[in-house]
Structures are given as C-alpha cells and as structure tokens.
C-alpha cells in the first residue's frame, strides 16, 4: 500500500510538471502577467527576478518587490527573457504585505547599511536591499544561505509561539494557534523553498503531536517535497529547493556523527561548525557544478557567524513587531544587534 501511495504522488507530480510547464520555444516574443512570488535582487543598474520560469533582468527602477503584480514582454532565449519590458506593475496592497514593507523599512531607518539589509534578510529573507559587492562577499564565503529566512526561522517562530501560547490556552488550541503563526511568518517572509519546506514540516508536527502519533523527520522530509511539487510543480527545477531538501537530508544524515567526532571544538563554535560541515557533504557538489566553484573555508566561515544568526533573527523579530506601535522602542532594541551585526559583517569582509 505504501509503495502504491508514493508511485501514485510521483506519476502526479511528473503529470503537473508537464502539463504545467510553459510552452515557450527560444525566439518567441511573450507577455507574461504573474504576481512575485519571491524577492527580487537588486543590482547596481538593475534587479533580477524570475517570470512564468524565465529569469529575467528589469531596470532598477520603478522598484518591484514581493507581492508586487507585473505585466512583462520579451524575447525567450534559453531560460531567459531577453530585452525585458515591464509593461504595467501594481503594487500588492495587502495588509500582510503592509506589514512586511513596514518592517523593512523601520530596519532601514534605524541601521545603516549593510547591518539594516542583514537584519532584513536573515529575519524576513528580504535581500532586495544588501549591496551588491556584499552579497557577492556572501556567495564567495558560501553564507548567502544565512541571509535568507530558513528552517531555523520556522523553528525559532514555533518555539516562541509555543511556549508563549501554552501559558494561556490547552495544549491543542496552543498547536492550532502556532500552526497559523507559523504560516503567517511564511508568507512574510517571502514562500521561499526553504521556508515552505520548513513550515510544511513544522505543521507535520504540529498535526502529529496533536493527534498523538510519532513524528519521523525523514517521513516528513519526503511527504514536504512531494506536496511542494504537487502545488507548484516548477520548483523541480529550483536551485533553493533541490538545495534545501538536500542539505536537510544531509543534516539528517551527519550532523550527530559529525558533532561526536569534534568534540574538541569550544561549544559556542561546535554547533555551526557540524550544521555547516553536515549540510556540504550534500550541497558542495551541486554548488561546484552549478557555479563551478566552492570555498573549501565555507564550514570553517559558516561556524563563525551562525551562532548570532539566531539572536539577530529574535532581535529583529521582536523590533520590528513593537516598532509598529513605537518606532523609538523599536529602533532602541533593535540597536542591541548591532554588535551581532558588526562581527557577521567583519567575518563576511575578512574572508570574502
């Protein structure tokens, strides 16, 4: 029965797929209208998003972000969209994306460049706003993972909002309560790969604690994947998330047998160093062949800025909900992860 279970969501994420997919051929001269789905990058002259799977590179200005609604024409040229024209945009004027932009725009006002960015991308995954020439430090170093919203935001999101929900209600309302926290976060944060996976994850769970049934992670790794795919088959072909998945599976794989052979490593370093070390047994070879090159210093960079990963990530969080009511309050806190800020930055300049 199993075995008829996952032939059957295979044959159906292979049929979404194809039936899914574009139909463009090079040369054919398109009209796309879609809405972003995730942030754009922003160049020096320019900012990089993709449409209906084409990557596509738009003026720097009028400035397009998550959310936003866009009307584009040009000329497909393998897997690109040549000579891009944005015909119409509007921006998305949901309350949800309110909020983000709103918090984006606090970080800008409070911290300089590029403390605010980074704080920006590791608590919401916006990256629109990190300079160029440190985002191109980030992918040389092998950190530009660290500053886009991750599983580690999911499980720092569900672990806040549990603890703080159970002092209140049951157990089962306090699940139910975090679940919608946490896919509230998601949406804020982009619906990255990354954070799709983690909080599809997050709400298995949820859902088996709940009803009382065992928890098994590679379970869940595995049904995760095959639900993406089935809700939006294109991600098959998406760098963030064949790299997510894999490097999940490598964690899960190595991490605990990694973290036993250094055990010589002082603590505060340990903990990122075998997270770090585990993820690029998976990742390393599909960065080499992809860009054909891989920092072997990556673990070593890794394990020096991801142990204030976290305290930027609550610290950002929690400025940027109170700056919605105080924006001095807000600025006050979020100045309190500015040396966290100031020593990734150093480290990220240091070896990049």
Known sequence: MRLLFWFFIITLIICRFVVTRPNFSDGDKVRITTRVSSEPIKYETSQGLTVAGLKTYLPKFPEINYGDNVVVEGVVDDGKLEDPKLIDFKNNTGALYKIRNKIIEIYRKSLPEPHSSLIAGVTLGSKASLPQAFWE????????????????????VASFLIGALVLLFSRRKAVILALIGVWIYSFLSGFDAPIVRAAIMGSIAFIAQGLGRLYVATRALFLSAALMLIIKPDWLTDLGFILSFVSTTSLMLFERKITNLIRFVPGIFREGLSTSLAAQIGVAPILF???????????????????????????????????????????????????????FIWIIKAFG
């Open 289 to 343: 062949v992809t860009f054909g090159q891989f920092n072997p210093l990556s673990p070593i960079i890794n394990a020096l800025v991801l142990w204030v990963v976290a305290p930027m990530t609550i610290i950002g969080g929690i400025a940027g909900i109170i700056s919605l009511i105080s924006f001095t309050l807000g600025k006050t806190i979020l100045l309190l992860s500015f040396p966290l800020t100031t020593w």
């Open 137 to 156: 430090a980030l992918k040389k170093t092998g950190t530009a993972h660290v500053v886009v919203a991750s599983g580690m935001n999911i499980t720092l």
